[in-house]
């Protein structure tokens, strides 16, 4: 499956992606655009306008976090298992910080 990285160079979100590709040695394509100018054809496959996405043939993956458990599930070895922290619960510590910190509101109670 051909996968093709949607990438702003000065994005730590899209490096996130970017190690993981590299790490786990996964052959893919970057194609850069600039978030705050997008072509077209980024508009059309990208509903909130945000980089990284992840192009996995016809198919497209948002969300940094989302791409890095899609590539886990998918090229060995399994980076996430067994717990890198040493207990599971500490593993899934991250997923809350960054479902928060994703709305850009932390810890605030607004964050939704
Ligand atoms: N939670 C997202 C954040 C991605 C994000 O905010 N990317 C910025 C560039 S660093 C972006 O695309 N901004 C354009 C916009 O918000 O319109 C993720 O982890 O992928």
Redesign the pocket.
């Known amino acids: 499956m051909r996968l093709e990285l949607v990438s702003?160079v000065?994005?730590?979100?899209?490096q996130?992606?970017v190690i993981a590709l590299r790490e786990m040695g996964v052959a893919h394509a970057v194609t850069d655009i600039d978030?705050?100018d997008?072509p077209d054809w980024f508009r059309a496959i990208?509903p909130?306008?945000?980089?990284?996405?992840l192009r996995v043939g016809e198919a497209v993956l948002?969300?940094?976090?989302?791409?890095n458990e899609y590539l886990d599930e998918v090229y060995p070895p399994r980076l996430a298992r067994p717990s890198a922290a040493g207990s599971v619960v500490e593993d899934f510590r991250p997923r809350f910080l960054?479902h928060y910190?994703?709305?850009g509101g932390w810890l605030s109670k607004d964050a939704g």
């Open positions: 702003f000065l994005c730590p979100f899209v996130r992606a978030p705050d997008p990208s909130f306008g945000k980089v990284p996405l948002l969300e940094s976090a989302i791409i960054e910190g994703g709305k």
